[in-house]
């Protein structure tokens, strides 16, 4: 079975330092790994997606992702929090079988401090 | 380009009535799903459309829930009756491509009381 596990339910940082938040999933087969995000009272917003194409992927708002198959981890990263990066950041996998649904995480709510 | 767009964004309505979801998904895009967030819990997957065609609907709570999509465009949800922990967010999303980037809409968050 496929499935994702984020790490940490919330995640606080200080304005300017960096952001890690921890994604692992498990497949059978090579994923596509994505990360969404939700800003209060918005939608899901795609930030990047990895599609078996180069393994560090950068996405918006200067966020990046490194897929490591051995690892079994897509952790995003930021070099630099911002005030606006404040939400909740959604790991996303789908499969490529059967009907392809997209499998989510339990979501990381990041907490940007003054 | 229009992206995914959901009505209304905001339902609320009493325990045994009936509400109906709508979604538009970007157009031409084959594949449109329904996902739900209950309570802040994770956000499951209710169905997958291909065209007008139900792909996979393994998600669907129970036969209170009613899925269609007509012609292939616009999707419904159908909740009858309403029971309290139908309450949450119902999230719309379209993708060219299964498997591939989807895009989602706002949402409608349904309160049932």
């Known amino acids: 079975a496929q499935s994702v596990t984020q790490l940490d339910s919330h995640v606080s940082v200080s304005e300017g330092t960096p952001v890690l938040l921890r994604c692992n999933y498990s497949?059978?087969?090579?994923?596509?790994l994505f990360w969404y995000v939700q800003h209060p009272n918005k939608g899901l917003q795609l930030l990047l997606k990895?599609?078996?194409?180069?393994?560090l992927v950068k996405g918006i708002n200067g966020f990046e992702a490194e897929f490591k198959k051995s690892e079994t981890s897509f952790h995003l990263t930021k070099p630099s929090a911002h005030m606006s990066d404040a939400a909740e950041y959604f790991c996303?996998?789908?499969?490529?079988?059967?009907?392809?649904?997209?499998?989510f995480g339990t979501g990381t709510r990041l907490k940007v401090l003054a | 380009e229009a992206g995914v767009t959901q009505f209304p964004s905001h339902s609320v309505i009493e325990k045994g009535q009936t509400v109906t979801l709508r979604c538009d998904p970007i157009?031409?895009?084959?594949?449109l799903y329904w996902y739900r967030r209950v309570m802040g819990k994770e956000i499951k997957f209710l169905l997958h459309?291909?065209?007008?065609?139900?792909?996979?609907e393994s998600g669907m709570p129970n036969n209170r829930f009613l899925a269609e999509r007509t012609g292939g465009t616009y999707s419904t949800l159908k909740v009858q009756p309403a029971e309290l922990e139908d309450s949450g967010v119902y999230f719309c999303?379209?993708?060219?491509?299964?498997?591939?980037?989807?895009?989602f809409g706002q949402g409608t968050r349904l309160t049932v009381v």
């Open positions: 999303a379209s993708s060219a491509i299964r498997g591939f980037e989807a895009f």
């Open positions: 497949s059978s087969y090579s994923p596509s």
């Open positions: 990895y599609t078996s194409a180069a393994t």
């Open positions: 996303v996998v789908s499969v490529p079988s059967g009907t392809y649904k997209y499998i």
């Open positions: 157009s031409g895009h084959d594949n």
């Open positions: 459309f291909v065209k007008e065609s139900k792909q996979d």
